[in-house]
T-cell receptor, first 112, second 115 residues
């Protein structure tokens, strides 16, 4: 699986959009971009995933650049409960579910 | 479904003792994963099962660690004998067997302290 690079920490004001970047310059054509987050003292939680098109769900939006070498997770209206470590993960689309490889992630702190 | 259920939530044990962590995956899920999380190493995959069969245990740190899945609704991770460096939060996760996308659902974790 391709390696990802994320800033170690970010701040965002409550109510504003939080934009979390991820670099994955070695991503290959069949690899997806996944985002998970881990709120303090809880297990990781799936947020969203995509291949090359932008994606949106009830939690967030995922913007993937045309060359797929980077992506941005957008939380449109951040709340205090969005304070967490956010992990960007790149992995293939093969059948089944080999384990996800978590890096250090970005610690997002939402300020009141 | 109540999600992935792990027990106990907290475990404190003395060095040298046997520790058993338990996990009940989401009903119908074909894959089960055990992870360990520490400040130094982050989240590490220890082992995963597909249809109760261990597929990849390359992340298991040493022979003191063993994992079993006797049926589709139960798995254990055992450490014998335990050491202080085993102190960590251990997570269990499960997912469906679908081609392409698989969302892993994690339990609340077991915080293990070995003194």
């Amino acid at each position: 699986d391709a390696k990802t690079t994320q800033p170690p920490s970010m701040d965002c004001a409550e109510g504003r959009a939080a934009n979390l970047p991820c670099n994955h310059s070695t991503i290959s054509g069949n690899e997806y971009v996944y985002w998970y987050r881990q709120i303090h003292s809880q297990g990781p939680q799936y947020i969203i995933h995509g291949l090359k098109n932008n994606e949106t769900n009830e939690m967030a939006s995922l913007i993937i650049t045309e060359d797929r070498k980077s992506s941005t997770l957008i939380l449109p209206h951040a709340t205090l409960r969005d304070t967490a470590v956010y992990y960007c993960i790149v992995r293939g689309s093969g059948g089944g579910a080999d384990g996800l490889t978590f890096g250090k992630g970005t610690h997002l702190i939402i300020q009141p | 479904d109540a999600g992935v259920i792990q027990s106990p939530r907290h475990e404190v044990t003395e060095m040298g003792q046997e520790v058993t962590l338990r996990c009940k995956p989401i009903s119908g899920h074909d894959y089960l994963f055990w992870y360990r999380q520490t400040m130094m190493r982050g989240l590490e995959l220890l082992i995963y099962f597909n249809n109760n069969v261990p597929i990849d245990d390359s992340g298991m740190p040493e022979d003191r660690f063993s994992a079993k899945m006797p049926n589709a609704s139960f798995s254990t991770l055992k450490i014998q004998p335990s050491e202080p460096r085993d102190s960590a939060v251990y997570f269990c996760a499960s997912s469906l067997d679908t081609t392409g996308f698989t969302e892993a659902f994690f339990g609340q974790g077991t915080r293990l302290t070995v003194v």
